[in-house]
Nanobody, 126 residues
């Protein structure tokens, strides 16, 4: 069983930065591919934000965050990070990390991931 714990959210002004962390329990971290999703106010479903492969050699982003967000991982610390720069009010939401054992079949689909964290709130003021 894998448990994911996010941290690093908070309140920041537009243009500011935050770094989110997702720490995984257990000794299977290197087998996990990981994505960040966010639940934006007023929208029913979580929006996929970014994905990183098991080795960390490849990463993928949704268009609205390209050039501003960077996903990375430190396998020695069982941690995935989401560095968020140039934050905008529309980035406000609850951010979740999600993990799949092995490659995620479809990166952007919630059903591809078996494990989810509890979420961390990000609020960007204008």
């Amino acid at each position: 069983q894998v448990q994911l714990v996010e941290s690093g959210g908070g309140l920041v002004q537009a243009g500011g930065s935050l770094r989110l962390s997702c720490v995984a329990s257990g000794d299977t971290f290197q087998t996990l591919s990981v994505s960040w999703f966010r639940q934006v106010p007023g929208k029913e479903r979580g929006e996929w934000v970014a994905h990183i492969t098991r080795s960390g050699s490849k990463s993928f982003y949704t268009d609205p965050v390209k050039g501003r967000f960077t996903i990375s991982r430190d396998n020695s610390k069982s941690t995935v990070y989401l560095q968020m720069n140039g934050l905008k009010p529309e980035d406000t939401g609850v951010y979740y990390c999600a993990a799949s054992v092995g490659p995620a079949p479809v990166l952007q689909t919630r059903q591809s991931y078996s494990y989810w964290g509890q979420g961390t709130q990000v609020t960007v003021s204008s």
